[in-house]
Structures are given as structure tokens and as C-alpha cells.
């Protein structure tokens, strides 16, 4: 298959270790992966915060950026990132539809039909559970509000994750309670946020784990400085990066991201 990356803009800035992984993943498993180099913002941020018509710029290059995908030249694109997959499908037909284009709605959702959180491409798309990855370590795993419930990943992950050679899994009790992330929720609520994460980290302590996994690095850029602050010794890492290497070809991170145009 041919997929075009979206990088996610947090990524792309901060975290640029999740999409090489996803690139190195998908390579290792015989795909091409393409990066689309006008892509920017979803406009996620703009939209959860009111912004509709600072997001509508956003959406129309996203649609003009990832239209090949409609026309064939891509076969599908991956998101390494659950909530920005949940916005394109619901968040950016509705501020085209705000502002009676409802050609570019049209667009932005086929496109949406074509956009895949990486965890759905690999198991719904690609047909896999095994990706021959090796990852000897004690792990628990973070399924974020979004993932969830908005883009609704489902089990993936973790089916993706019992299947990786050498990894010692930890269901993570109360799961599926927020980190108190969600965005600039932990900004404007900060007590309350400050709350939710240290239960959160405690839950993740009480596993043992030596690694936080999770499929969205906004929160665990959360999560990880919590962790950081209090010297839990638990490092984060995306779903990808976990799924990247083998025991033949252990999978590292370079500073050289030009190859995702970074």
C-alpha cells in the first residue's frame, strides 16, 4: 500500500520520534509511506475552544493537502495520534458546514473515510495483530479519552500489544478514567486537572511498569511530566514506537527528521 502520513502538529513540533516510528513500522511491513509537506494543524485546537473560523484556513488545507487520497494516488493515510483522527472525522465537515461550504464538508469527510489512527490501519486495514515487533520490557498501556471515544479504537491497541515478542503486559486499573489533559482543560482547570493526573499516576505506579504506552502524545506529555516531576522512573512512548523495532533490528529515534520534513 501507499499511505500518507499526518503527522499531527504536536508531533511534528515536539514529539517527531512518533511519526519516524510510524514510517519505520509501516516500511519494515513492505508499505510505502509518503509525507505530504503543506500539511499542518487539523484545527482540532481551534475548534475545541471555540474557534471556528481560525480553524476553517486549517481545514481547507488539510482537504487540499490530502486530496490525492480520493483521487488514488494514496490508498489510505495514518494518524499516529487518536484524537486527531477523531477530529477529522467529526470536527471538520462540521465547521465547513458552519460556513455553508458544503463541498469542502463533502471533501473533508470522504477524506476522513480514507484517515486511519494507526492502530485501525494496522488491525482494520492491513489485517494484522502480529508485527513481528520485540520489546522486553514491562509495560501498561493508556487508552486516551479520545482514542475512545471519539475516534473509538477500540481493543486495537492492546491486541497489538499482547502480541509483541518478549513484552511483559499490565492492565492499567480504572483504564479508561482521564488523565486530565484535554488540552487547555488543563490550563483553565488547574487544580482539578492537577488532580485527575496524580490519580492517574498513581494507578501507573501501582502496575510496575518500567513504560507508559499510550496513542496520543499530547497526553502523555502530560502523563510523562508527572511522572518526570515526581521521579517515578516510568518513561512514555507511543504505541509506534514500541511496534517499530524487532530483536533483529531494535528500532532508535534519530535527530534527523528530515525525512518527515521537521
Known sequence: MKIALFATCVCDAMFPQAPQAT???????GHEVVFPETQACCGQMHV???????ALPLVENHVKTFLPVLDGEWDAIVVPS???????RHQQKLVADEFGKSELGNLAQAIAGKTYELSELIVDVLGLEDVGAYFPHRVTYHPTCHSMR??????????????????DFVELPEEKSCCGFGGTFAMKNQATSTAMLADKMSNIQSTKAEILVAGDYSCMMHIGGGLSRIRAGIRAMHLA?????TKDEPWIPTEDTTKLGV
Do not use: M, Q, W
Open 241 to 245: 514506537e514500541v511496534l517499530a523495532g
Open 82 to 88: 487518536g484524537s486527531c483522527t477523531g477530529s477529522i
Open 150 to 167: 471519539i475516534a473509538k479504537v477500540g481493543d486495537k491497541p492492546y491486541r497489538l500489544l499482547r502480541a509483541v515478542e518478549g513484552i
Open 48 to 54: 475545541n475552544t471555540g474557534y471556528f473560523k481560525e
Open 23 to 29: 514510517v519505520h513500522l509501516l516500511e519494515r511491513l
